[in-house]
């Protein structure tokens, strides 16, 4: 009988621990929207400024543009206790080199491109445990447009690839074709205890 009692009482606790509670379920919706909306703004901003400058300017200003401003407008979108940056399995510069964490996701995400899943499943979130804190986590595919291929291509001018190397002298970031996963929004937020 006693054996009984302990078997059930591990297995309560464990469905206990195991099934979301609604309000759980409902917080990490909110969060799951935050998040996205946070890449919707984010992505169409650095879109208008890199656009706007291969206009007026021409592809070697934008190199230097996305290397001056492209850091402050992402770190402009942090608000609310969201960290947000940008990562790649491939990247340009060694700060936005992927934790643990993000390369797995970046890899599933890249699975999922190769495998032409539609955009509304390039994305990934869940709640991790980072240094003893709960965190959500959310990644969103960046897929690389036949523009990014300028400066993120086979084939890039002589004249981009030295502004290129003078900026980024460890530079991974190229070999890129369109449709392909340059990288990923990756955004983290602690969650109260």
Not at 92 to 102: F, G, Q
Not at 128 to 155: E, L, N, P, S, W
Request: with cysteine; glycine share 4%.
């Amino acid at each position: 009988m006693k054996l009984r009692t302990t078997s059930f009482l591990c297995l309560f606790a464990l469905l206990l621990t195991a099934t979301p509670l609604p309000g759980r379920a409902a917080d990490e919706q909110q969060l799951l929207r935050e998040a996205r909306e946070i890449v919707a703004r984010l992505d169409k901003r650095l879109k208008e400024e890199l656009q706007k400058v291969l206009k007026e300017e021409g592809t070697v200003q934008a190199v230097e543009t996305c290397h001056l401003k492209a850091p402050d407008i992402v770190k402009d979108a942090w608000r609310n206790g969201w960290e947000v940056r940008r990562t790649s399995l491939k990247v340009r510069n060694l700060e936005d080199a992927p934790d643990k964490w993000e390369y797995k996701v970046l890899k599933e995400l890249d699975a999922k491109n190769e495998a032409d899943a539609p955009d509304s499943e390039l994305e990934h979130w869940e709640v991790v445990t980072v240094d003893g804190q709960k965190r959500f986590r959310y990644m969103k595919a960046i897929i690389a447009k036949q523009v990014c291929t300028r400066c993120h291509g086979k084939h890039i001018h002589k004249e981009v690839a030295s502004q290129l190397d003078s900026l980024y002298p460890f530079d991974q970031a190229r070999g890129f074709e369109a449709g392909d996963l340059r990288g990923a929004y990756s955004l983290s937020k602690p969650l109260s205890p």
